[in-house]
């Protein structure tokens, strides 16, 4: 504790006080006694500060300042001689845990929004150019993220502090920088103190940073399998890192990795599914031998690929053998319809041997449906076209489905005689097989129930219907059975507007009007022929 009056010369100070200055004698100045803070302090107490540098209220709060390495505040008391007593608390603690304090929630609120950034994208490429950009914007002179590449290599993103992040793929040895690979195997990270920044390769260097003088290598920890490596470098001149920092690095890759391992994993899942999406997929339709095809499918849910309905196209080889055209509806929607839609379209492949008994093949079908863990059952239909002139032959066979709709070219609609049990729920199944004639300009029209019982129109709720159906599509007659299907599809469509719906499937299979050119194949559309 020390006393000063209003002179500003020291009148007492306690034995704490003058070993903490041991100038401190009573009669002299203060400001040749004690650090000048405190002096300050004084003088704008007892107002004798000039006008100047005077504040508009006298300061009754504690004053702050260093006294060598350590930090204290002076408190003031007025005593009714007029002169004021100071007493001096080491807050060299308090100082260091408020310090500390603020370190830590700016850390966390750079950790929280960083795995926000991180997080908010499935995309590896953005999620290491966001970790290359955030480590050298918080933690060093430029940072590198490294991870290895499918196709062999070192995917690297290396981005300088005020920069953006440059992108690079390099066939180099990581064993070249100095604990590298092992931060690339998931080994714990060596103390940057242990590296010696000299020996890193060049191509660990980004473009306009200069001579390194630190440097720190941490693992990006994955799901199992590290997801690559960290670097920071910060040049010579400048503090090396600290334990603290490389502490709290570490903190950050453990984020930057399990964002990166989640990106990695997304997308292995991503093209794993689209390769089996694609066997799921109907197929593309054509002419084929001497027969136009053509089809059109709609899931339940736009933002899936696949449902329950589903076609497929096997021809037959030569121009006078008869292909043979599946559509089927499974029963339920969305993934599970569509795994087991894979499962009856990889049947009916290794039955087309026997594609010509159509009631074989659904006998067969209907076996290896009952045997399996699945109660799904299905309908579909099958279909035989053969070239016959310039007619096309068909044996339509129903089992459950929808009987297929003829439209003749005049616009007549004619309903085939087909129908049987549907796939996959009773022991037996019984079918009845149609014939039927295609002329030039005829078609022949396979649908799933999705399209005839689709709900919406003016009210929302009414049926699309079998004969709103058959009058859409006697406005349709010659037309080429693309056409035909785009048509269909546009009206149903336009029926359920933003409504709910059932997968939607559609085949169209006609004669054309044209003759195909042998020398092609006859897959061109060849010579209009009246």
Known sequence: MIVADARLHLVSSNDAARLLFPGARPGTPLS????AWIASAHA??????????RPPEPQTGPARGPIGPRSYEAHPTAREDGTVEWWLVDETHHRTTREELRTERERTAFLVRSSNLLLSSLNLDRCMEATAQLAAEHFTDAALVLAPDHGGGLRVVSCVRGGHPCTALLAVDPGEA?????ALQGFPPVPSRWLDPAVAPDWLLPDGLARVGSIVVTPLPGHGVPAGALVLLRTAGGAPFSEDEEVFARLFAAR???AMSAARL????????????REL??????????VEYAGGYRPSKDHERVGGDFYDLHPMGGRDEASLVVLGDVCGKGLEAAVMTGKIRNTLQALLPMADDHHRVLSLLNSSLLKSDSTRFATMVLASAAREGNAVRLRLTSAGHPAPLVLRVDGSIEEAPTRGTLVGALPEITTETASVTLAPGDACVLYTDGISEARGGPLGGAMFGEERLRRALSECAAMPAEAVVERVQMLAAQWIGAGRHDDMAVVVISAPRTNHLSAVDGHTRGRFTA
């Open 266 to 277: 997304y997308a292995d899942q991503a093209a794993v599914t689209d390769t089996l999406m």
């Open 281 to 290: 997929l109907p197929p593309k339709l054509r002419q084929t031998s001497g």
């Open 44 to 53: 704008r107490r007892v107002g004798a500060e000039p006008p100047a540098m």
């Open 32 to 35: 040749g006694a004690v650090p």
């Open 178 to 182: 100095p604990g590298l690979a092992e």
């Open 256 to 258: 930057a990795g399990a």
